[in-house]
């Protein structure tokens, strides 16, 4: 796979991935592209088919994963969630910073894959905290939500061995932990804007 080198945010539900990235986007125009997964969860009020997600169907999800449209899948919360080849290529033929959003699944798997992203970690500063953004968020049943508690129990285990993630910021004041992200990019983006000039 060609272009800059893609970025991969990872970390449990709620820590607060696509707040940061959503940001990052918004201040680096034409510096960023999102890798849209496909998802068979359903979308949320203010989500768009195509810019958050493909929401798609079990079956159809299926059977790309079979045609091996995929580089990455996993079931999350009772779900099925993946980064298809196009989704990349789309933002690579654009010469952009490919970000991508994956659970630690996704993670592990694109190990296997000549990616070769910078792979960060967001964490929440405690469960306790993460489960009350989670909950205020108000997206979840309380079934999906205790779900996501159990995964993100696990996925602040793993973050925490060495080598699985090159940085890991703890999202606890916002403001700083946006900071910690830009800095760790700052090199990435600069390229991309210089050549883009
Ligand atoms: N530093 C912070 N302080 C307080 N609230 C925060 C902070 N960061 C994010 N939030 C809030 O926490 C909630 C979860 O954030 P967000 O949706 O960005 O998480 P996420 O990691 O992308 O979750 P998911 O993986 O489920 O998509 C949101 O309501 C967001 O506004
Ligand atoms: N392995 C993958 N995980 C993904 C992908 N897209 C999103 N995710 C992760 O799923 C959970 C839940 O997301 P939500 O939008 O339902 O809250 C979260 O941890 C995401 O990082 C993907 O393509 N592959």
Redesign the pocket.
Known sequence: MSGPRPVVLS?P???????LMKRLMKDHEDVFGFSVSHTTRNPRPGEEDGKDYHFTTKEAMQEGIDNGEYIENAEFSGNLYGTSKAAIEDVQAKNLICILDVDIQGVKRIKETDLNPIYIS?QPPSMEILEK??R??QTETEESLQKRLEAARIDMELSNEPGVFDVVII????ER?YEELKDILSDDIQKVQEAKS
């Open positions: 970390g539900s709620g820590a607060g991935k696509s707040t967001i953004r989670l205020d968020r999202n606890d004041d916002l932990a």
